[in-house]
């Protein structure tokens, strides 16, 4: 068997297929056959989707196993199991206020950040405030798993595709089995809960209010900002985390939210890169670690920079 050295094997000038005259990444091949395909869908159309991909619930209150209780001059602690459907079971944080009657409610997704404020951190700020506040993990989220750059969960994500599931989708039931949770309980105001997500998590918490009409407004804090950006780059982060075979080419999830308000800061690419927008509902920190908050000031402020709809 004749045996070939590198440089007889080697049939591009420099090595690298890239620098030949004409040659093209795959990054912009999937960038064309997404914009030959595209075709933008209706809301109907797009909660049919949802419905497909089962991410509703039928409202019920979840059963909750509490594990403990702390008492403080502000309210409890109660860490917690609640079950999403059977056989899968969640674990959470409940803060109740010392205050009576019926308080409006904020639901976190947790985070592992280590940059800026936890939702942990948000969490105990907001109950402070006086609202009830669940900070939950969907399934098989492991927020305190680091996978290393680029990776994500792509092998949870590829065997649930594999078989017919959709993982984000999941995960949105799962926020959405937690807005129940607060909901069914005596002290909260159902008509008030807001939600907060960070990261990819955010994409989740899109596709649970999308949804739900019952989580009235959103915070997304350095979620990316659009799907189809990915298509924009040949790198991207956690984008297995946030995808569902052919969505990027008919729905935008924001657009879908209505009246609704989203307040997202520090919108970026899927390289976790901050990006500058110039329109709502993006909205800049001076400081890394600032946050946003859910005050009734706030709020105000934000809504009156909305253009009318």
């Known amino acids: 068997m004749k045996l070939y050295t590198n440089h007889e094997l080697q049939v591009t000038a420099t090595g690298h297929v890239e620098d030949e005259p004409g040659s093209r ?52 602690r109660r860490p917690l199991k609640f079950e999403s459907e059977p056989g899968i079971e969640l674990r959470a944080t409940l803060y109740v206020p010392s205050a009576a009657g019926r308080k409006p409610a904020v639901l976190f997704v947790a985070d592992s950040t280590r940059l800026m404020t936890s939702a942990a951190t948000l969490a105990e700020w907001a109950a402070e405030q006086g609202r009830v506040v669940l900070e939950m993990e969907p399934r098989n989220s492991l927020a305190d798993a680091d996978y290393g750059p680029l990776v994500g969960q792509w092998l949870a994500n590829s065997r649930a595709d594999q078989i017919g599931l959709n993982l984000p989708a999941m995960r949105a039931h799962d926020i959405l089995r937690g807005v ?62 946030a995808v569902r075979r052919g969505f990027v080419l008919h729905w935008d999830l924001v ?14 690419n899927w390289m976790r890169r901050v990006v500058s927008l110039t329109v709502p509902p993006y909205q800049y920190r001076y400081v890394l670690g600032d946050a946003t908050d859910f005050s009734d000031a706030q709020d105000d402020a934000y809504l009156n920079q909305l253009p009318q709809q």
């Open 180 to 241: 129940d949770l607060l909901a069914a309980r005596s002290d909260v105001d159902a008509s008030s809960i807001h939600a907060f997500a960070r990261g990819v998590d955010g994409v989740w918490l899109l596709l649970a209010a999308t949804a739900d009409p019952r989580i009235g407004k959103l915070w997304l804090d350095r979620t990316p900002y659009s799907l189809r950006l990915a298509l924009e780059n040949p790198v991207n982060t956690d984008l297995s985390d």
């Open 25 to 76: 990444k795959l990054y912009q091949f999937l960038r064309d056959d997404y914009l030959a395909k595209k075709h933008q869908g209706t809301i109907p159309e797009l909660r049919a989707e949802l419905r497909n991909l089962k991410i509703s619930t039928d409202g019920s209150a979840p059963g909750v196993t509490f594990m403990d209780e702390a008492n403080g001059p502000q309210g409890q």
């Open 255 to 268: 657009k879908a939210m209505g009246y609704r308000p989203v307040i997202w800061t520090d919108p970026t």
